[in-house]
């Protein structure tokens, strides 16, 4: 499943010629929309179309966080709805979750960033990166 994820994302960057989530979701259909929520992010579906929900709060590299995890939820579990909240989601077992995970690093995390710094560790990567480091228990590399 998590090589099915990477080859999605990889055929997503392709196409649209970007890693931005919220670039990504304008392709697909998918609609987001910042607005004072009680969690950092969710998704929904609703009367047949895709809503991605943003905290106005979000800032910078979470932003994009949060967009791409949902995104992955509008892309692999487009029937279910699912709330993203700090500190929770990526300690999270249930498959979905570490699925939209999986997403959300394989989309952030380029192979390339790790192949071009060898040595380094994860927390390194992330910090390179910008992201908080747990996304890299996500990132699969060949
Ligand atoms: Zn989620």
Not at 7 to 28: Q, S
Request: include cysteine; proline fraction near 3%.
């Amino acid at each position: 499943m998590n090589r099915d994820i990477k080859r999605l994302v990889a055929y997503y960057v392709k196409k649209f010629g970007t890693r931005d989530p919220f670039r990504i979701a304008d392709n697909l259909n998918v609609l987001y929309q910042f607005g004072d929520i009680g969690c950092e992010g969710c998704y929904m579906y609703l009367k047949r179309h895709r809503y991605i929900f943003l905290n106005a709060n979000l800032d910078g590299p979470e932003k994009e966080m949060v967009m791409a995890h949902e995104l992955g939820h509008a892309v692999l579990h487009r029937r279910e709805n699912c709330y993203f909240i700090r500190n929770k989601t990526f300690l999270s077992t249930v498959r979905i979750e570490r699925e939209a995970n999986t997403f959300a690093a394989e989309l952030l995390i380029p192979d390339s960033l790790i192949l071009e710094n060898p040595g380094y560790t994860k927390s390194q990567l992330a910090r390179l990166a910008g992201y908080n480091e747990m996304i890299m228990e996500f990132k699969k590399i060949d």
